[in-house]
T-cell receptor, first 117, second 113 residues
């Protein structure tokens, strides 16, 4: 099973460049999300989606855009990269998107190490 | 406001001993889930254990158990009989009714031979 697939694994950008981190899941999950991981800060939620066509902001959305045109894909766009966006990015998904989906664990991709110079 | 607090940035444990990783949380929602994830040096996030807010019993999964004290809002992870392969970052997380899962800052566990 592929699970959650993220590409690329590594990326180096120059300040001001734009790029898209790809995320795809093959588990027919309704809920998908993007996190960034910085030392000493754990994982912080950037954006999430509870289904195709529906997205919302998390804790740290500034500088990032998302869209959800299909159930499978949830790309994360950096509009104009800044050094502060140097981080490890994780995409994650879970089955439910109901109000009561508190028992659903997240399935994570393998992460993208992004450096912005 | 920080919803998940892990107060131990780093912990050491001797191989074959038990270790407790602390986690406290903050919520006013009666329905929530608590999770622990392991992140080895390779970077992947591995789900370990889950505890629901209405569960009467503490969750257990093999050598992992969750010491759930609801009134104190704590959800400590206990690893019994530590192994060298347990050396990793451990994250506590909570999922409330509106779907978002929030994580603590993590604890780096080092198992000494």
């Amino acid at each position: 099973n592929a699970g959650v697939t993220q590409t690329p694994k590594f990326q180096v950008l120059k300040t001001g460049q734009s790029m898209t981190l790809q995320c795809a899941q093959d588990m027919n999950h309704e809920y998908m999300s993007w996190y960034r991981q910085d030392p000493g800060m754990g994982l912080r939620l950037i954006h999430y989606s509870v289904g195709a066509g529906i997205t919302d902001q998390g804790e740290v959305p500034n500088g990032y855009n998302v869209s959800r045109s299909t159930t499978e894909d949830f790309p994360l766009r950096l509009l104009s990269a800044a050094p502060s966006q140097t981080s490890v990015y994780f995409c994650a998904s879970s089955q439910g998107a109901d109000y009561g989906a508190t028992n659903e664990k997240l399935f994570f991709g393998s992460g993208t190490q992004l450096s912005v110079l | 406001a920080q919803k998940i607090t892990q107060t131990q940035p780093g912990m050491f444990v001797q191989e074959k001993e038990a270790v407790t990783l602390d986690c406290t949380y903050d919520t006013s929602d009666p329905s929530y889930g608590l999770f622990w994830y392991k992140q080895p040096s390779s970077g992947e996030m591995i789900f370990l254990i889950y505890q629901g807010s209405y569960d009467q019993q503490n969750a257990t999964e093999g050598r992992y158990s969750l010491n759930f004290q609801k009134a104190r809002k704590s959800a400590n992870l206990v690893i019994s009989a530590s192994q060298l392969g347990d050396s990793a970052m451990y994250f506590c997380a909570m999922r409330e009714a509106l779907n978002d899962m929030r994580f603590g800052a993590g604890t780096r566990l080092t198992v000494k031979p």
